[in-house]
C-alpha cells in the first residue's frame, strides 16, 4: 500500500510537541501591531493548542507529524 500524501501547507503551519499536542500559531500578529499592547504581541507571539474537534482531521492531513 502506498504512503499518505502531507498536506505541505497544513505541515508548515502546526507542529506537535513533546507530549505529543498539536500546536498553531496565533492570529493577528503580521501586521497594524503599532496600537496593540506590548502584552498582547507578547501573548500573541505564543503557541496554542489546537482546537480538540480539528486534531483528527489535522492528523488525516499531517500523518508524518
Given amino acids: ?10 505541515a508548515k503551519r502546526f507542529t506537535v510537541s513533546g ?5 498553531r500559531r496565533m492570529a493577528g500578529k503580521s501586521h497594524l501591531l503599532s496600537h496593540k499592547s506590548k502584552r498582547r504581541k507578547r501573548v500573541l507571539g505564543k503557541s496554542a493548542e489546537v482546537f480538540k474537534g480539528d486534531q483528527a482531521r489535522l492528523r488525516r492531513l499531517v500523518p508524518y507529524l
Wanted: net charge positive.
Fill in 1 to 10: 500500500m502506498p504512503k499518505i500524501k502531507t498536506c505541505r501547507s497544513a
Fill in 19 to 23: 507530549s505529543g499536542k498539536l500546536l
